[in-house]
């Protein structure tokens, strides 16, 4: 059973809409949580960290989190063709210091 | 800015050579990672490093050997390299003190390795 888990999609969205990324985790003592943008042949890269329960924002950028339920998510507002990517979502276990990456969802944003 | 630098973007090796990919981190972190990326399976970790020369097996070993001679430098080796170790390379590294900052991931550029 997968440990994080996430929609492949892909999502489309048209420009100027909202983006709405979901993740499921498995681990209840999970402490952290991460979201990874990741472009076409390129590298992932951390766009957003959570810790406590509740939102987190970042300019367009919203990472929502509910322990009890076990999910993270991310808002993206207003958003823009550049945003088309996929979208990693990451957790850190109670014990360790690694991250157990979701498979990612791709997320298109049509002009 | 954390930065990590991976030797290579592109790389083409022949079946049954040995292939060095090489990471170096700026940042004094203790973790060290390499993963490997293929289309639809995500990312998988090969191994990771603690600290100089400790490493320990990820999901995918097989085939892979690292090694950690200093902190700032984490070398990820085909011994034999196979046409299925054909992929994207990626190297992190993270802190593992205490903060916000203990336990996120910084990744290098990527290797995109074709063995033919």
């Known amino acids: 059973q997968k440990e994080v888990e996430q929609n492949s999609g892909p999502l489309s969205v048209p420009e100027g809409a909202i983006a709405s990324l979901n993740c499921t985790y498995s681990?209840?003592?999970?402490?952290?949580f991460f979201w990874y943008r990741q472009y076409s042949g390129k590298s992932p890269e951390l766009i957003m960290s959570?810790?406590?329960?509740g939102d987190k924002e970042d300019g367009r950028f919203t990472a929502q989190l509910n322990k009890a339920s076990q999910y993270v998510s991310l808002l993206i507002r207003d958003s823009q063709p550049s945003d088309s990517a996929t979208y990693l979502c990451a957790v850190n276990p109670y014990a360790g210091n690694m991250l157990t990456f979701g498979g990612g969802t791709r997320l298109m944003v049509k002009p | 800015d954390v930065k990590v630098t991976q030797s290579s973007r592109y790389l083409v090796k022949r079946t049954g050579e040995k292939v060095f990919l090489e990471c170096v981190q700026d940042?004094?972190?203790?973790?060290m990672f390499w993963y490997r990326q293929d289309p639809g399976l995500g990312l998988r970790l090969i191994y990771f490093s603690y600290d100089v020369k400790m490493k320990e097996k990820g999901d995918i070993p097989e085939g892979y050997s690292v090694s950690r001679e200093k902190k700032e430098r984490f070398s990820l080796i085909l011994e034999s390299a196979s046409t299925n170790q054909t992929s994207m390379y990626l190297c992190?590294?993270?802190?593992?003190?205490?903060?916000?900052?203990?336990?996120?991931?910084?990744f290098g550029a990527g290797t995109r390795l074709s063995v033919l």
């Open positions: 681990d209840r003592g999970s402490q952290s």
């Open positions: 992190a590294s993270s802190y593992t003190g205490r903060g916000l900052a203990k336990n996120i991931q910084y």
């Open positions: 959570i810790y406590s329960n």
């Open positions: 940042m004094d972190h203790e973790n």
